[in-house]
């Protein structure tokens, strides 16, 4: 809950708009504090939107390589994470479908399991109450989209903390401690600790790395899609900050 309060009033663009708010409404009184918090929102969000600052923001959070033959070899099942959910699509017909983050870990979980021919759980429940789980919604569209079926569903979690724990109890029935953990590769360096805490062997297998800018001045343009991307960067960061307090 912590982690949810925190992402709404200390991420852009919303503390932008605070900062710049503060300072419009402190111009006369104060002078000095009024213009320096308009200047500091407007700039920050600026500084947020350029390409480069994107694309630093999310390679530091990308330790892992993508998985060796040898590791994919030693993994007993495919775990995808479930990363959020569209409301209503029409296209598919399915109602609500996976967001194009969750699209991103299914594809390369799909692609990791014919490589392999491990089986899938997926993981992801609702968030807001939905009426589907996001697993439900996965597996669906491994089926109908890739033609590959999940074994396992995990539709409770609500948390990567959850992911792990739910997962975890699911694949312990099965006699499976070694997997391949398929989520973004900025997530992932959240997600494997959890998962190791939870008790299994886990082999990442990261997807969507940090895209660099072109060595041309667009890459200095602010743009609202890397301000976007900045977003989702800050927020694991934070993410990180969060569980490691709740760690301690």
Not at 65 to 86: C, F, K, N, T
């Amino acid at each position: 809950m912590l982690l949810h309060a925190l992402k709404y009033l200390l991420l852009p663009p919303l503390i932008n708009a605070l900062l710049m708010l503060a300072g419009l409404l402190l111009w006369k009184s104060h002078r000095l504090l009024g213009p320096s918090l308009l200047v500091l929102g407007l700039a920050s969000l600026l500084v947020f939107s350029l390409p480069w600052v994107s694309y630093w923001l999310r390679k530091g959070l990308e330790p892992y390589e993508p998985p060796s033959q040898a590791l994919q070899e030693q993994a007993e099942a495919i775990v995808i994470l479930g990363g959020g959910r569209d409301y209503g699509t029409p296209e598919f017909g399915w109602g609500d479908a996976p967001n194009n983050v969750t699209w991103r870990r299914l594809g390369y979980g799909a692609w990791l399991s014919r490589e392999t021919g491990l089986p899938i759980l997926v993981s992801g429940g609702r968030v807001n109450d939905e009426t589907l789980a996001e697993a439900t919604l996965m597996a669906r569209t491994l089926g109908q989209a890739f033609g590959l079926e999940a074994r396992w569903i995990e539709g409770r979690s609500r948390t990567t903390a959850e992911n792990a724990e739910f997962s975890a109890a699911i694949l312990e029935q099965e006699g499976i401690a070694r997997i391949l953990l398929v989520s973004q590769a900025w997530h992932l360096p959240r997600a494997v600790p959890e998962f190791e805490r939870a008790g299994l062997e886990v082999t990442p297998a990261p997807t969507e790395f940090a895209s660099r800018p072109p060595p041309k001045l667009i890459a200095w343009i602010p743009r609202a899609y890397h301000l976007r991307q900045s977003t989702q960067a800050l927020h694991e960061w934070l993410g990180r900050i969060v569980y490691r307090v709740n760690a301690d």
